[in-house]
C-alpha cells in the first residue's frame, strides 16, 4: 500500500515531538501506534468519524457543512477537495468528512492533537484535527494525506451511497468542526479505551482509516470500544465537544481553530495535572495476562487486609475480655486471699500466695483480721482439690470460719462449730484448715487445727509442735476441733503460717519438708516477710506441685531476743468424750506431751473418772509450769461445742469449768 | 501369710516424676487388696481411687489398702481416701497398712490416724478385716 510509507515517514517525526511535550510518551506508544493496537486505533478513529457524521445532519445538512469549508478550503489547498469528492462517493458523509480535514493538518498541530486525543478521548482527537487545519497543513502532510485517502477510500467507494457528495465536498474544516458539534454522539466515541486514547501518534491515520471505513462498521466498532471504555473519560471528552460545537456552528474557521486550539489546551492541561488520563493511559497498555494479575493481585490483598482488620477486632476484643477476666479473677482472688494491711492488731503481718504450677491452683485460702476483744484472727486453709470445683468450697469454708471465730469462741469451739455445718457442705472433699487469736499485748497465741499443718515459731525449733491426736479436716465426716494449741511468745516473735504447697514443694526430686522451710525463714533474719519466704522456697524449689500460701506475723518488741528465747510457756489440748476415751488417742496425746508412762497413767484414770459424770472432758498439758509439766481435766458440762446428729452446733460458753488437779479431781470422784 | 503384691505395672506418673503402680488381688470371696507403690498426689490419686471404687461397686466388703510402698501421700490422696471411706456401705470396712514413717507423719498431722485403721503389715489388716466382719 502506498499509504504505508507516507505513515511510517510522519509517525516517528510525531512521536518525537510527543517526546518532547510529555516524558510519559515513549517508545510503547510507538508500537502501540505501529503495532498491535492499530487496527484498534483504526476503528476508534473510524468511530469518530461516525458519530461525526451522524451529527453532520443535524447541525447543518449539507450546508452547515459546506458553510464551514470555505475556510478549510483556503487553507486545505487543492488536495482537500480534490480527495473529497474521491472519498465521499465512497464512505458517506461522515466518512468522506473525516478525512479530509485530517490531511490538512500541519504536523506541528498534529502533535498538539494526539496530546489532546490521548488524554481526554477521542472527542478531543477530533478537535485536535480541527486545530491542525487553520495551522494550516504542511505541504508535504496534506499532500501526502490526500493521495493516501484517495487511494484508500477508492476502492471502498463503488459500494458507498455517495449519500452527501456536497457536503462530502465541502469538507476539509467542516468534517472536523462537524465532529465536535454533535457533542451527545460524540461522547461515546470519546470515551473509546485504549484504542481512542492511544491514537494519539496517529490520529490522522486513524481517522483518515475512518475513512476506509462505512459509517455503519464504524459506530458499531465505536459501540464495542465505548463499551470497554471507562466512564469518567466522558466527561472532558463531552464538554470540550460541546464547547467546541458553537464555534463549528459560527462556521468560521479561524475562530474555530482558535477554539479547537483552546479545547486542546483544556485537554492537555488535564493531562498535566490530573492524575487520572495518565494513569488510564498506563492502564490501558498493561496487557490483558498483566491485568488479570493484578487484579488477582488486588484481590489477594484485599482478602488480606480484610483479614489483619478482622484480626485487629478479634485481637482488641479478646484483650477486653482478657482484661474483664483478670479484673474478675482479681476480685475474686481478692475474696480468698485479701490484700492485708501492713499492721493488724497491733501485729506486723505480711501474707502472700503463689498458684501452683500445673492444674492444682484454686484450693488455697487465708484471713486476717482484727478480733472485736483487740487480738488478731488468723485462718489459713487448703481445700484439697484443685481448680474451679474448689473455688466455691474455697470461699465458703473461709466466710464461715471467719464468722465463727470473729463471734468471740476459742479457736478450736470455733473450729469444731464450723466443720459441723461444712461437713456436708463440701459434697465429699476434704480441708484443712488452721484458726489462730493472737494477742498483741500478752504475746499469747491460741490454734486449732483441722489437718493442717501447725504455724512455724521462729527461732524455737527445740520445740516440736505436738502432732498427736491431730484433728481431722474438715469433710470427713469424723468430728474435728478437738486440739488446741497455746503458746506463751516472748515480744517480737515471729510465727510463719502456711499452707502444704510450701513443704510439698521440691528440690531435685525431694520434698522441701519443714525443716528445710524453717531455715529458709531463719535466714531471712528479722526482716523476714511472707513474700520474700515464697521466693526463696520457689527459688530453691524445681516443682510446685500445689499452691503455696504463707502469712507471717511479728510481734512488737526486740524480734532477736525472742529468736534466742523461744516460747515461754506452752499448753496443749485435747478434748476427748466417751468414745475417743476408750482409744489409745488420750495416752499418745499425754506421751507426746511430755508425761511419763506413770503420770500417763495417773491421768487416764482421771479422766475416766470425769467422763463417768460428764459426756466429754478437756484434757490439758501444760509445759513448763511451776512443777514441770501440769496436767488438768475439765469436765466439760454437756460439751463446750455440743455436735448433735443433725449438724446443728449449740455450745456453752460459760466459764464454769474449774481447773482442778487431776488428783484432787480423782479424790473428789472418788 | 499372704505372698506381697506384684507391683510391675507402672500406671503413672506423679508431679515428682516417680512413677507409681498399682495392682489389686482379691485376698478371698470378701477382700480384694489395692497396693501402691510411689507417689500419691493429684496426678496419681485417681489411681488409688478408682480400683477402690470398683472393689466397692463389685460388692466387696473388705477393703485392705497397702500404703507400705508408699513414699509420699499428699492432701488430695487423703480426700480420695476419706471420700472413700465415706462411701463405704455400713457393712463394708476398710484397713489401711502403713510402714512408711513420713507417710504415718502425713496422715497423724492431718488428723486422720483415728479417722482411719493403719496397720504396720497385711496380716493385722486381714486380722482387722476379718474380724470386723464376723463381728458385723
Redesign the interface.
Known amino acids: 500500500m502506498p499509504a504505508r510509507p507516507s505513515r511510517q515517514e510522519q509517525s516517528p517525526e510525531r512521536d518525537a515531538r510527543h517526546s518532547e511535550r510529555s516524558g510519559l510518551r515513549t517508545g510503547r506508544l510507538r508500537r502501540l501506534a505501529r503495532g498491535r493496537a492499530l487496527t484498534g486505533l483504526l476503528l476508534a478513529a473510524a468511530a469518530l468519524n461516525a458519530t461525526s457524521a451522524l451529527a453532520a445532519p443535524h447541525s447543518a445538512p449539507g450546508e452547515g457543512i459546506s458553510s464551514g469549508s470555505p475556510h478549510g478550503a483556503q487553507e486545505a489547498g487543492q488536495s482537500a477537495p480534490a480527495s473529497a469528492p474521491h472519498s465521499a462517493p465512497g464512505e458517506g458523509e461522515g466518512a468522506a468528512v473525516a478525512p479530509t480535514p485530517v490531511s490538512q493538518q500541519g504536523a506541528a498541530p498534529a502533535g498538539e492533537a494526539q496530546v489532546a486525543a490521548s488524554t481526554p478521548g477521542a472527542g478531543a482527537e477530533s478537535r485536535a484535527a480541527a486545530a491542525g487545519e487553520p495551522a494550516g497543513a504542511g505541504s508535504s502532510a496534506p499532500a501526502g494525506h490526500g493521495r493516501a485517502s484517495d487511494e484508500s477510500t477508492l476502492p471502498t467507494a463503488p459500494s458507498g451511497p455517495s449519500a452527501s457528495g456536497s457536503s462530502a465536498a465541502a469538507p476539509s474544516g467542516s468534517a472536523s468542526s462537524s465532529g465536535p458539534a454533535p457533542a451527545p454522539p460524540a461522547a461515546p466515541t470519546a470515551t473509546q479505551p485504549g484504542t481512542a486514547a492511544s491514537t494519539t501518534a496517529s490520529s490522522h491515520h486513524a481517522a483518515r482509516a475512518g475513512a476506509r471505513r462505512r459509517g455503519a462498521s464504524a459506530a458499531g466498532a465505536s459501540a464495542l470500544s465505548g463499551r470497554r471504555s471507562r466512564r469518567v473519560q466522558a466527561h472532558p471528552a463531552t464538554l470540550t465537544a460541546t464547547a467546541a460545537g458553537p464555534v463549528a456552528s459560527a462556521g468560521a474557521a479561524q475562530q474555530r481553530g482558535e477554539s479547537a486550539q483552546r479545547d486542546t489546551h483544556q485537554a492537555r492541561q488535564p493531562s498535566g495535572l490530573n492524575p487520572i488520563p495518565t494513569v488510564e493511559r498506563i492502564v490501558h497498555s498493561v496487557p490483558r495476562p498483566i491485568w488479570l494479575m493484578m487484579a488477582i493481585l488486588a484481590a489477594l490483598s484485599a482478602l488480606l487486609g480484610m483479614r489483619s482488620i478482622l484480626a485487629n477486632v478479634r485481637a482488641r476484643r479478646s484483650e477486653r475480655e482478657r482484661e474483664l477476666l483478670a479484673r474478675a479473677v482479681g476480685t475474686l482472688q481478692g475474696a480468698l486471699l485479701p490484700a492485708v494491711p501492713e499492721s493488724v492488731a497491733g501485729i506486723g503481718t505480711s501474707v502472700a500466695y503463689r498458684p501452683a504450677e500445673?492444674?492444682?491452683a484454686g484450693g488455697d485460702f487465708y484471713d486476717i483480721f482484727a478480733l472485736p476483744d483487740g487480738r488478731l484472727g488468723v485462718i489459713v486453709g487448703?481445700v484439697?482439690?484443685?481448680g474451679e470445683e474448689a473455688l466455691p468450697k474455697t470461699a465458703l469454708l473461709r466466710y464461715t470460719l471467719r464468722t465463727y471465730l470473729d463471734s468471740g469462741l476459742p479457736p478450736r469451739s470455733a473450729l469444731a462449730a464450723a466443720a459441723a455445718g461444712l461437713d456436708e457442705r463440701l459434697e465429699?472433699?476434704?480441708a484443712?484448715a488452721l484458726l489462730a487469736v493472737l494477742d498483741a499485748r500478752t504475746g499469747l497465741l491460741v490454734y486449732a487445727?483441722?489437718?493442717h499443718?501447725p504455724p512455724l515459731i521462729v527461732g524455737a525449733p527445740e520445740i516440736e509442735p505436738l502432732?498427736?491426736?491431730?484433728?481431722?479436716?474438715i469433710?470427713?465426716?469424723?468430728r474435728?476441733g478437738m486440739?488446741q494449741t497455746e503458746l506463751q511468745l516472748a515480744p517480737g516473735a515471729q510465727i510463719c503460717f502456711y499452707t502444704?504447697g510450701l513443704v510439698?514443694a521440691?528440690s531435685r526430686?525431694e520434698?522441701l519438708g519443714v525443716t528445710r522451710v524453717r531455715e529458709e525463714l531463719e535466714a531471712l533474719g528479722e526482716a523476714a516477710s511472707a513474700p520474700a519466704l515464697l521466693e526463696r522456697v520457689a527459688a530453691l524449689a524445681d516443682?510446685r506441685?500445689?499452691d503455696m500460701a504463707t502469712c507471717l506475723l511479728t510481734l512488737p518488741g526486740n524480734t532477736a531476743a525472742a529468736r534466742a528465747s523461744g516460747p515461754l510457756r506452752r499448753t496443749e489440748e485435747l478434748e476427748v468424750d466417751r468414745s475417743?476415751a476408750a482409744?489409745s488417742?488420750p495416752a499418745l496425746f499425754l506421751t507426746a506431751a511430755g508425761l511419763s508412762a506413770e503420770r500417763s497413767a495417773e491421768a487416764l484414770s482421771a479422766l475416766r473418772l470425769v467422763l463417768r459424770e460428764a459426756s466429754s472432758a478437756l484434757l490439758r498439758v501444760s509445759a513448763p509450769a511451776a512443777a514441770g509439766t501440769e496436767v488438768e481435766i475439765f469436765p466439760i458440762a454437756g460439751s463446750i461445742v455440743q455436735l448433735n446428729p443433725g449438724a446443728t452446733a449449740t455450745w456453752l460458753l460459760d466459764g464454769a469449768l474449774a481447773a482442778q488437779p487431776a488428783a484432787a479431781l480423782e479424790e473428789g470422784l472418788s | 501369710m499372704p505372698s506381697p503384691v506384684d507391683l510391675d505395672k507402672e500406671s503413672g506418673r506423679a508431679a515428682s516424676g516417680v512413677p507409681i503402680r498399682v495392682a489389686e488381688r482379691e485376698l478371698d470371696e470378701r477382700t480384694v487388696e489395692v497396693a501402691v507403690a510411689g507417689e500419691l498426689d493429684l496426678a496419681t490419686a485417681p489411681h488409688l481411687k478408682w480400683p477402690l471404687l470398683d472393689a466397692l461397686r463389685a460388692g466387696r466388703t473388705n477393703l485392705l489398702v497397702n500404703l507400705s510402698q508408699v513414699t509420699f501421700i499428699d492432701s488430695t490422696a487423703l480426700s480420695v481416701l476419706v471420700g472413700v471411706k465415706r462411701k463405704l456401705p455400713i457393712s463394708t470396712r476398710m484397713a489401711l497398712v502403713c510402714t512408711n514413717e513420713s507417710v504415718l507423719r502425713i496422715f497423724t498431722i492431718a488428723g486422720l490416724d483415728g479417722v482411719f485403721a493403719i496397720f504396720p503389715s497385711v496380716e493385722d489388716a486381714l486380722e482387722h478385716l476379718r474380724g470386723d466382719s464376723d463381728r458385723s
Open positions: 500445673g492444674p492444682g487448703d484439697a482439690g484443685h465429699g472433699a476434704i484443712t487445727s483441722a489437718g499443718p502432732l498427736a491426736a491431730a484433728a481431722p479436716p469433710g470427713t465426716g469424723v474435728t486440739r502444704d510439698e521440691r526430686g520434698l516443682q506441685p500445689d475417743a482409744s488417742r
